[in-house]
């Protein structure tokens, strides 16, 4: 549809969709072959297609065909979220994809969400991103996994439209103001030398300054974002054959990976896969188990109230491998080189060879049989990713319940490509060794949609930040999954695809899906990233939310006063508030409204009503946890010298020392975190910290006010 509207000759103006917080200028806009002028602090963007280009661009009224603020490599879940957050952060910004028809392609599997990875879609909406609005329209099949334990493990997870999710999505992006978005590979980087290094340490290798496509053009730039998914160099292994692809059909990115190795990154090989596609009208789904979506789904955005396709959920189907299955697999190892090439593959989405290679006394493994849309006969077999020999994947299948007389569609393969440390990358996701370089999803070491999406949230915001002199964004653990999953990679590195869990959180009682907006959206709205209509609903909510617990905890009674309303309660003499009681699983907050107990709550939306549960059954073990957070902040703004000599430093392992020298953390609490970092060496760390860096600071002060006071001199002295 949207390769039909490029071609139109007619320029057309539509109504930009998604703006920043400050004020929009609304003056007549000019077209992008004005004369660049410099862009003045508050955007105004409109909308147009335009001929000559053959793209579908928002343009810029300053911009010049070949000159942005910020360029994003790649059209997938991160380049979509970096290019829209590079816009909202007000930035100038181009979108590169080798094809405009794939944007928001789902690679492999057709769902978004899970544990962990659902709260990651639920902090990118609270930012304002787009993942969670377009999988609340494309959503087929909802539910809200490990929904009967604590709301902390809460992970709401959706099946989606294949063509639905690429459709709204390409909505988004193709009418987002102050985004315009162009066909083309990137060959490779322009870099400016001659900026003076911020650090001693770890010199400064450049500045972007452009990006160079394969047809030899140069698209000027202060800001790059790498968005490019397993396409890095992308190889597809099916069997002993092997090809260059970043997915199926599609070419890969080589001259970035030169480029990334000539400016002295260390690149990497990871690992992933997708399974075959099978013919849905060959299964015999009498036999199988059936799943249900929630009766009540739970939408992802929070500006939603419903999802779009609540009444229309399709079923999916559970069934299992079997120990004939895993002979036939067993048997094909040999012929794999996936398998036989000594990289990384998902530890916690692995390929069937690795499962039955690591868990080879499980009789069998779960497979769920996903629908990939309303008008698709195709069928994803969540659990059946393999790089067997093509000719082999198909009387492997039949092997499973329900298979028997399966059809293969397309075949299973498996795909290698480059990663670079993520332990290369500051906070903000923007590299120490080249400015204005941000890196965002799989080519940092992460695998999965929704990791990719918030990295590329981070990475676009800061980007568009930098791009005008402002601050970056920098979330922290405390903050949330986002903040967690930046701090593990930036400190850790990965070693294997990184995937996110709620284990991985210290802090789960306050960091939930739930509250996403309440940590985060007041933190966009100070960077200036948060739409109006956005910031007056959190508003609402919050106020809502904030009146309602005050409603509650303003109704103490006894537990004689209680019985008489209906409620049994302990008869120890204590008073206790409305709000302590829905502690109680026995006890609803309509049950307390009905009695007549609690007034003015019976008009409260439902999700309102769900938020206040949720605060109130944590309600008790909060302060233990603030008290934690507490701690963390403290290590937090110890920071360290960022060209401190480790060599100096008394009591560290030569293992610790060289961590420490390669990964510099900029604070106590991140060096803490790495790996290797016993409690002794954290203390003598401290202690240098605290005898040296007061000293460097005063010695740069004076240094500073020399110059200023004889600068003659001290460029002689020099």
């Not at 990875?117 to 087929?140: C, P």
């Not at 102050?178 to 030398?193: G, I, K, M, Q, T």
């Not at 199988?288 to 999802?307: T, Y």
């Amino acid at each position: 549809m949207h390769s039909r509207n490029v071609a139109k000759a007619a320029v057309r103006q539509r109504r930009p969709t998604g703006f920043p917080v400050f004020p929009l200028n609304t003056s007549t806009a000019r077209l992008a072959f004005c004369r660049p002028v410099r862009a003045p602090p508050v955007c105004s963007v409109h909308t147009a297609s335009c001929q000559s280009t053959g793209v579908r661009t928002s343009y810029h009224p300053y911009a010049t065909p070949n000159e942005y603020d910020v360029c994003v490599i790649g059209g997938g879940h991160a380049g979509c979220e970096a290019a829209t957050g590079a816009a909202r952060a007000g930035a100038r910004t181009l979108l590169l994809t080798q094809k405009i028809d794939t944007i928001g392609e789902l690679s492999c599997n057709p769902s978004i969400g899970g544990v962990g990875k659902g709260t990651l879609v639920r902090e990118v909406d609270a930012l304002d991103g787009v993942i969670g609005r377009v999988t609340d329209n494309a959503g087929i099949h909802f539910r809200m996994l490990n929904s009967s334990k604590g709301s902390a493990v809460w992970g709401p997870r959706a099946q989606v439209d294949r063509e639905l999710y690429r459709k709204h999505m390409q909505n988004i992006i193709l009418n987002y103001s102050n985004l315009a978005v162009r066909a083309a590979s990137v060959f490779n980087l322009e870099f400016d030398h001659s900026v003076p290094s911020s650090s001693e340490s770890r010199p400064t290798w450049g500045a972007i300054k452009g990006v160079r496509l394969d047809s030899g053009e140069i698209i000027h730039c202060s800001q790059v974002v790498i968005c490019t998914g397993t396409f890095l160099s992308g190889e597809i292994h099916i069997g002993m054959k092997r090809f260059p692809a970043g997915r199926m059909h599609e070419a890969p990115a080589i001259g970035l990976s030169h480029a990334l190795r000539a400016a002295g990154f260390q690149l990497g090989r990871l690992q992933t896969g997708t399974p075959a596609r099978l013919d849905k009208n060959s299964i015999d789904f009498s036999r199988l188990e059936r799943q249900e979506g929630d009766q009540v789904p739970h939408p992802f955005s929070f500006l939603h109230r419903k999802v779009e396709h609540a009444d229309e959920q399709v079923v999916c189907f559970k069934t299992y491998t079997t120990p004939e299955t895993h002979k036939l697999v067993s048997d094909s190892i040999p012929l794999s080189i996936h398998i036989q090439e000594a990289k990384k593959g998902p530890r916690y989405c692995p390929s069937l060879e690795a499962k039955i290679t690591r868990f080879g006394h499980k009789g069998n493994h779960t497979v769920w049989l996903e629908p990939e849309g309303y008008n698709s006969d195709l069928i994803y077999p969540n659990g059946l990713s393999c790089s067997m020999p093509e000719e082999f994947q198909e009387p492997m299948m039949r092997t499973v319940p329900g298979l028997e007389n399966v059809r293969m569609v397309r075949p299973a393969y498996g795909v290698e490509y480059d990663y670079i440390d993520p332990r290369e990358l500051k906070p903000s996701l923007e590299t120490k060794r080249i400015k204005g370089l941000f890196l965002a999803g799989q080519i940092n070491g992460t695998t999965g949609y929704e990791e990719a999406a918030a990295q590329g949230c981070v990475a676009g915001i800061n980007a568009g930040l930098a791009a005008r002199d402002r601050h970056p964004l920098i979330i922290t653990r405390a903050d949330g999954y986002i903040g967690v999953m930046i701090d593990d990679l930036v400190t850790k590195g990965a070693e294997e695809p990184y995937r996110m869990f709620t284990s991985r959180s210290e802090y789960r009682m306050t960091v939930r899906c739930d509250n996403a907006d309440l940590r985060l959206t007041e933190k966009g709205y100070e960077a200036g990233i948060i739409s109006r209509a956005r910031w007056e609903a959190f508003l609402r909510d919050r106020s809502t939310i904030q009146s309602g617990i005050e409603v509650l905890q303003s109704v103490v009674l006894s537990p004689t006063v209680w019985e008489r309303f209906g409620f049994s309660i302990t008869k120890d003499g204590i008073s206790r508030s409305a709000y302590e009681l829905l502690r109680k699983p026995s006890i609803t907050l309509d049950a307390l409204v009905q009695s007549g107990a609690v007034p003015g709550m019976d008009r409260l939306e439902p999700h309102i009503k769900a938020r206040i549960i949720i605060d109130a059954t944590y309600a008790p073990h909060i302060p233990r946890q603030l008290a934690d957070l507490q701690v963390f902040h403290a290590d937090e703004s110890l920071l360290l010298d960022p060209d401190m000599d480790y060599s100096q430093v008394s009591g560290l392992s030569e293992e610790v020392r060289e961590r420490l020298q390669r990964v510099r953390p900029a604070t106590l609490g991140a060096a803490k975190r790495m790996e290797g970092m016993t409690p002794a060496a954290a203390v003598n760390l401290l202690k240098h910290a605290r005898r040296t860096w007061g000293a460097t600071q005063r010695a740069a002060s004076l240094s500073q006010e020399a110059k200023l006071m004889h600068p003659t001199a001290v460029s002689a002295l020099a």
